[in-house]
């Protein structure tokens, strides 16, 4: 193979990866919980590219893992349990309803070092369950970037406009980038690359919004540049995002 050769074969090399997005995942087994039978949920923690369905990269022991109700944050990191998907490690955890109410579970993940780009990735995600409330449904957890829902981020049709607010240190962040992919759960194939990952630019006022064209989880992520202390103690480069997952169902 030629020089030419290898730097163009080099060159489609970064522009696939560069059609990969990171994605945290916090999964619950339900977005709203039935007021009779199991009033429990089970949540899947992963790192992944959703809509290609993986890679999946390993993930460190979590910074933060709660759920926000009523005003109040309660520790759930005890409650996570390790697990393999595809040999990387990931996290599973349970949680029971005592009373009705809104619940944000959300989590900070430890730093990903992305040798590709040469920086962290730190994605602080959330999710939204209701379990017989329809209240609250837009209180913050304080992250230094989050998505404050517009539209209620569970009981979704297909096809429903999902709005937010991207915010920084709780102010909005005009003109943010918030990419949006779906878990292909379907195995479905793309026409091409940028099909993968739907990319949406805030307003002036951090405003944004993109309509969902299809049942499943769909998954939100204001991207922000910044800097984190590393493992050696040194502050570091960072992709600082705040996540959003909102499930949608077909009107049958």
């Not at 339900?30 to 369905?53: A, Q, W």
């Not at 049709?157 to 240190?169: I, P, Q, S």
Request: glycine share 10%; charged share 25%; aromatic share 12%.
């Amino acid at each position: 193979m030629t020089l030419r050769s290898l730097a163009l074969a080099f060159g489609l090399a970064c522009l696939a990866g560069s059609a990969s997005a990171h994605f945290q995942e916090l999964i619950p087994s339900t977005d709203v919980v039935p007021d009779d039978g199991d009033r429990s949920v089970k949540l899947s923690l992963v790192f992944t590219h959703p809509f290609e369905g993986g890679p999946t990269m390993d993930m460190g022991q979590p910074v933060e893992f709660g759920v926000l109700a009523g005003g109040k944050k309660v520790d759930l990191r005890s409650s996570l349990t390790p697990k393999a998907i595809d040999g990387r490690k990931a996290f599973e955890a349970s949680y029971k309803f005592d009373r009705p109410g809104d619940y944000v579970f959300y989590l900070q993940p430890a730093p990903y070092w992305d040798a590709a780009e040469k920086h962290f990735l730190v994605h602080h995600t959330k999710v939204v369950v209701d379990f017989g409330a329809g209240e609250q449904w837009d209180q913050l957890v304080g992250s230094p970037v989050e998505i404050r829902p517009l539209s209620r981020p569970y009981g979704m049709w297909t096809g429903n406009l999902f709005r937010g607010v991207a915010l920084k240190d709780g102010k909005p962040l005009p003109y943010a980038r918030v990419e949006i992919e779906w878990i292909n759960d379907a195995k479905f194939k793309a026409p091409s690359d940028p099909f993968n990952t739907q990319v949406v630019k805030a307003d002036q006022n951090g405003v944004f919004a993109y309509a969902m064209p299809r049942a499943g989880w769909w998954g939100f992520n204001v991207l922000t540049d910044g800097r984190i202390k590393g493992p050696d103690g040194k502050q570091a480069d960072a992709e600082i995002g705040g996540t959003i997952w909102v499930k949608t169902v077909d009107m049958k």
